[in-house]
């Protein structure tokens, strides 16, 4: 499907779906026309403009280094 045969509302959150499994909720936040300062190469889209940090679990005895062995319910 492409994004320009889509009828989206700005802030309504929808399901993208890939893969046949994988569901993402997405919600379109704003919109704008493209500027000179813009990536304007199709092939380097999608762009990511937003990566989570990656969680990760601080050692319960030091809580200085990050564990590297979690067990749980033993």
Excluded: Q
Excluded at 35 to 44: I, K, R, S, T, V
């Amino acid at each position: 499907t492409r994004f320009d045969s889509l009828r989206v509302v700005r802030g309504k959150p929808y399901c993208m779906r890939h893969r046949g499994d994988c569901d993402h909720v997405v919600t379109i936040r704003g919109a704008r026309l493209a500027h000179a300062d813009d990536e304007l190469d199709a092939a380097a889209y999608p762009l990511r403009v937003f990566a989570a940090r990656a969680f990760r679990r601080k050692c319960n005895m030091c809580s200085l280094f990050e564990a590297s062995v979690v067990t749980r319910a033993d």
